[in-house]
């Protein structure tokens, strides 16, 4: 429960803080409702702004909102972001929040204009209350990066009475909220910003899957430098360090006793890939399989 890795953490703690500032400067003499400021505006609205496509993830509508939430987020995010590392964590978070909002910004622009037509001719504070608030895009996307990266996870999910893998607690998600979409458009719910948080959050999956060496994929800074450092020997003629242990004396006892255990640590990490997915393998084994690829 209190280990919690950092930037969830973080995420957390701003989150209610921002939700506590809303509260008091609203309960305030002629208080001043933050919805309307750090809210995400329809983007032909007055009051729209830019920056409220990341603001928007900290405000609520209420306690039950950002409750669930925050649950939803310490749930799933501490083991996603242990998997990931600190830094793809955060950019995926935020690039699911971004997305939901973009998407929540095109339906409503779509919608609107099939019940007023010619929006350019309506003035733009008309469109003022039309404002959508909450992480719900950015945590919908986390738990489809959870389902992506543990799918044969099995958790329990209300009222059903057995655990189901994760994946297909994903695919449920995904569908009640297709479904609620489609079948309450005036629910007050923002189900397709929901919707775009998974959207966005799968294809950026799929592109680090198709990218493996893709910064965010990468064991760190350090990872970069010494891939680096190779190409660079490699490009000079230069020997490496893995080069220059090769030419040292070796037993066949030696050889062999080495390489089978090299084999047995490979054996384990293929079978946690083939178990719960490439993504939730450690630094170090990626770096393994990586290494042992280049021995090839």
Not at 170 to 197: K, Q, R
Not at 279 to 293: G, P, V
Request: net charge neutral; proline share 3%.
């Amino acid at each position: 429960m209190f280990n919690i890795p950092r930037i969830t953490k973080n995420l957390l703690i701003l989150n209610v803080l921002a939700f506590v500032a809303m509260m008091v400067m609203g309960a305030t003499r002629g208080g001043t409702d933050l919805n309307d400021i750090f809210g995400l505006h329809f983007f032909l609205a007055s009051d729209f702004h830019i920056w409220q496509l990341l603001t928007y993830m900290f405000m609520y509508a209420n306690i039950e909102h950002i409750f669930f939430n925050m649950f939803a987020l310490w749930m799933f995010g501490c083991v996603v972001e242990r998997a990931w590392g600190e830094k793809k964590f955060l950019f995926y978070y935020l690039v699911c929040g971004v997305g939901a909002g973009l998407m929540q910004e095109l339906v409503q622009y779509v919608w609107l204009s099939s019940q007023l037509g010619n929006l350019s001719a309506i003035p733009a504070a008309v469109f003022n209350p039309y404002t959508t608030v909450g992480a719900s895009g950015a945590v919908y996307g986390i738990l489809l990066a959870f389902g992506m990266t543990f799918p044969e996870e099995r958790i329990f999910i209300f009222p059903l009475p057995i655990p189901i893998k994760a994946k297909w607690f994903v695919c449920i998600y995904a569908a009640i909220e297709l479904f609620s979409a489609m079948a309450t458009p005036g629910d007050n719910v923002a189900h397709f910003a929901h919707l775009g948080g998974m959207l966005f959050g799968y294809l950026l999956i799929r592109y680090w899957r198709r990218h493996p060496d893709s910064y965010y994929n990468t064991a760190g800074t350090d990872a970069f430098f010494e891939k680096m450092r190779q190409r660079w020997e490699n490009k000079n003629g230069t020997p490496s360090a893995r080069q220059r242990n090769e030419t040292q004396r070796e037993t066949d006892w030696e050889y062999n006793a080495r390489m089978k255990r090299e084999q047995e640590e490979i054996d384990v990490i293929l079978d946690k890939i083939r178990k719960s997915g490439y993504d939730s393998l450690t630094r170090e084994e990626k770096q393994k399989l990586f290494d042992r690829k280049n021995q090839n």
